[in-house]
């Protein structure tokens, strides 16, 4: 009996060590295994933005939108210089995607917003923008809303997102609405600046940015690109831009959009092409041809500066026209950023 209890405890301190050893190999590989995946894939990205979308029983429409970034990210912009329809007008719409060095980023900026115009429930704004940002480490949103007003009334727009404003048996608004759909290694955000919902089941969005990213191995891209939306004060009123310019991720040749809208002059600026872009520290110029109230054979030239985070009160912009017309100050609104 002794004998056997003995010969028992002999064999497990000698089977002891192999199963422990066993066992440490294959924990050691199922770690390694998702470790691999995700070093071995590429990072992917995902993102769209839009100025103004549009949704009722007879349209559905979105206008300044960049579309889909595509996986391997990149960037895409859209540019339109006014919208009119039956429930929302806007200036000067500017939108942004992009995705790169591990961050996915979308922004979109909209002028002189007005939703159910000359309604009792009028929505009004001087100027409405949002962010959305991605990266490994997780999301962040913001938007930026300037004047905002609701039948007349002023609304004082707080700090925390998802703000409501509920006019029963009407309209319900959600003032910078960010809704978070991370999961896994995904990091996934899509920030509303202005989301309006009517009991008829009509819907307006305004300014709206998506960005997400899942992570693997990622690469620097070469870039040197600006872009901005916002605006500055002029003598007798405001002037809207929205410009995007500057070597984009991945290409070779410079490229970009400018709108700019003074309302005091009426002077409305599309630019055709750009031709130079140039700069030194956070300050970028560029120029090119461009159209003057529709009418062609002008040229513009625009100098930028990124001078803080956010922009409003810290940034600059200033423009000039071959026809004389020039126009510079910080920014009242807005953003400016520089990529590089």
Same mark, same amino acid.
């Given at each position: 009996?002794?004998?056997?209890?003995?010969?028992?405890?002999?064999?497990?301190?000698?089977?002891?060590?192999?199963? @422990?050893?066993?066992?440490?190999?294959?924990?050691?590989?199922?770690? *390694?295994?998702?470790?691999?995946?995700?070093?071995?894939?590429?990072?992917?990205?995902?993102?769209?933005?839009?100025?103004?979308?549009?949704?009722t029983?007879?349209?559905?429409?979105?206008f300044?939108?960049?579309?889909? +970034?595509? &996986?391997?990210?990149?960037?895409?912009?859209?540019?339109?210089?006014?919208?009119? $329809? =039956?429930? *929302?007008? !806007?200036?000067?719409? +500017?939108?942004?995607?992009?995705?790169?060095?591990?961050?996915?980023?979308?922004? !979109?900026?909209?002028?002189?917003?007005?939703?159910?115009?000359?309604?009792?429930?009028?929505?009004? !704004?001087?100027?409405?923008?949002?962010?959305?940002? *991605?990266?490994?480490?997780?999301?962040?949103?913001?938007?930026?809303?300037?004047?905002?007003? @609701?039948?007349?009334?002023?609304?004082v727009?707080?700090?925390?997102?998802?703000?409501?404003?509920?006019?029963?048996? @009407?309209?319900?608004?959600?003032?910078?609405?960010?809704?978070?759909?991370?999961?896994?290694?995904? #990091?996934?955000?899509?920030?509303? *600046?202005?989301? +309006?919902?009517?009991?008829?089941? =009509?819907?307006?969005?305004?300014?709206?940015?998506?960005?997400?990213? $899942?992570?693997?191995?990622g690469?620097?891209?070469?870039?040197?690109?600006?872009?901005?939306?916002?605006f500055?004060?002029?003598?007798?009123?405001?002037?809207?831009?929205?410009?995007?310019?500057?070597?984009?991720?991945?290409?070779?040749?410079?490229?970009?959009?400018?709108?700019? +809208?003074?309302?005091?002059?009426?002077i409305r600026?599309? &630019?055709?092409?750009? $031709?130079?872009?140039?700069?030194?520290?956070? /300050?970028? /110029?560029?120029?090119?041809?461009?159209?003057?109230?529709?009418?062609?054979?002008? /040229?513009?030239?625009?100098?930028?500066?990124?001078?803080?985070?956010?922009?409003?009160?810290?940034?600059?912009? #200033?423009?000039?026209?071959?026809?004389?017309?020039?126009?510079?100050?910080?920014?009242?609104?807005?953003?400016?950023?520089?990529?590089?």
């Amino acid at each position: 009996m002794d004998d056997s209890i003995g010969n028992n405890r002999r064999v497990g301190v000698g089977l002891r060590p192999t199963i @422990v050893l066993g066992m440490s190999v294959m924990i050691a590989i199922l770690m *390694a295994m998702p470790m691999a995946g995700a070093t071995g894939a590429r990072t992917t990205f995902s993102g769209r933005a839009f100025g103004v979308s549009v949704h009722t029983a007879f349209l559905n429409l979105k206008f300044a939108d960049t579309g889909e +970034l595509p &996986a391997e990210g990149g960037e895409i912009d859209a540019t339109v210089l006014s919208v009119t $329809t =039956d429930v *929302a007008q !806007a200036n000067v719409l +500017l939108s942004v995607t992009m995705g790169f060095d591990q961050r996915a980023q979308s922004d !979109a900026a909209v002028a002189d917003v007005t939703l159910l115009p000359e309604s009792p429930n009028q929505i009004t !704004a001087v100027f409405v923008s949002a962010e959305s940002v *991605a990266t490994c480490n997780g999301v962040s949103g913001s938007s930026e809303i300037v004047d905002l007003r @609701v039948g007349g009334q002023a609304i004082v727009v707080g700090t925390a997102p998802n703000q409501e404003i509920n006019v029963p048996g @009407v309209l319900r608004l959600v003032i910078n609405e960010q809704i978070d759909t991370s999961n896994g290694r995904t #990091s996934s955000i899509t920030v509303n *600046a202005l989301h +309006l919902t009517l009991f008829t089941g =009509d819907e307006v969005i305004v300014s709206s940015a998506h960005s997400d990213i $899942t992570c693997g191995r990622g690469t620097h891209v070469q870039k040197d690109f600006m872009t901005g939306g916002g605006f500055i004060e002029v003598n007798g009123g405001k002037a809207n831009f929205g410009f995007v310019a500057g070597l984009k991720p991945g290409k070779t040749t410079i490229s970009g959009q400018l709108n700019y +809208l003074d309302h005091a002059s009426g002077i409305r600026v599309k &630019a055709e092409t750009i $031709t130079a872009y140039d700069g030194t520290g956070t /300050t970028r /110029t560029f120029s090119g041809d461009a159209t003057i109230n529709g009418a062609a054979g002008y /040229t513009f030239s625009v100098t930028a500066s990124d001078v803080a985070e956010p922009g409003r009160g810290a940034d600059t912009f #200033s423009i000039s026209l071959s026809n004389g017309y020039s126009a510079s100050g910080t920014l009242a609104g807005g953003n400016i950023q520089l990529h590089t």
